[in-house]
Antibody
């Protein structure tokens, strides 16, 4: 069974940093591209970042480019999102998502990040 | 990248059909067949219901169908059931490994 479990969320002050983790199981992590998607309170879904292993490709939405960094550790079956320079508008539920033919087939349950003083 | 345009809400009675539109531009829907749709019950993880414009993942009922014409993709749900009440999002590739979602449509089953 495919499972994706996010962790690392919480309350952070504006300008602060946070690192989200996503532990995966049930599939060969190193052979799949992965993404982060978020949903701000009362808003729609927003794609944030993409990671492909071979070739090594990382892409970001303009809203987080230069502030967020996606990475992965195949030995630990884990995907990460390093978030820096956090703003109140980054407050959202963050989802770890598996890529499936240019769509997103498996989603974690999501983790809440709150940016507030 | 601007969000794709979806109606904020649609409704239908059990057994009826509803169609949700998703309007984009030449930067996304027009030039890419990587259009997908997601069903999202609040508090739960979103669920993929259509990929590559018209394809259903295993386990998704054939009551759900997708199409695309020009700058508009559409999701049609036939034989509405109470459990179909949810938020629905379209999504399109905007180039190599980047995507944009629609604003979401709330489906109410009357």
């Amino acid at each position: 069974e495919v499972q994706l479990v996010e962790s690392g969320g919480g309350l952070v002050q504006p300008g602060g940093s946070l690192r989200l983790s996503c532990g995966v199981s049930g599939f060969t992590f190193s052979t799949y591209s992965m993404n982060w998607v978020r949903q701000a309170p009362g808003k729609g879904l927003e794609w944030l970042s993409y990671s492909r292993v071979s070739p090594d490709i990382k892409e970001y939405a303009d809203s987080v480019k230069g502030r967020f960094i996606i990475s992965r550790d195949s030995a630990k079956n884990s995907l990460y999102l390093e978030m820096n320079g956090l703003r109140p508008e980054d407050t959202a539920v963050y989802y770890c998502v598996r890529d499936h033919y240019y769509s997103f087939d498996y989603w974690g349950q999501g983790i809440l990040v709150t940016v507030s003083s | 990248q601007s969000a794709l345009t979806q109606p904020r809400s649609v409704s239908g009675s059990p057994g009826q059909s509803v169609t949700i539109s998703c309007t984009g531009t030449s930067s996304d829907v027009v030039n890419y067949d990587f259009v997908s749709w997601y069903q999202h019950h609040p508090g739960r993880a979103p669920k993929l219901i259509i990929f590559y414009v018209t394809n259903r993942p295993s386990g998704v009922p054939d009551r759900f169908s997708g199409s695309k014409s020009g700058n508009t993709a559409s999701l049609t749900i036939s034989g509405l059931q109470a459990e179909d009440e949810a938020d629905y999002y379209c999504c399109s590739s905007t180039g190599t490994y980047t995507w944009v979602f629609g604003g979401g449509t709330k489906l109410t089953v009357l």
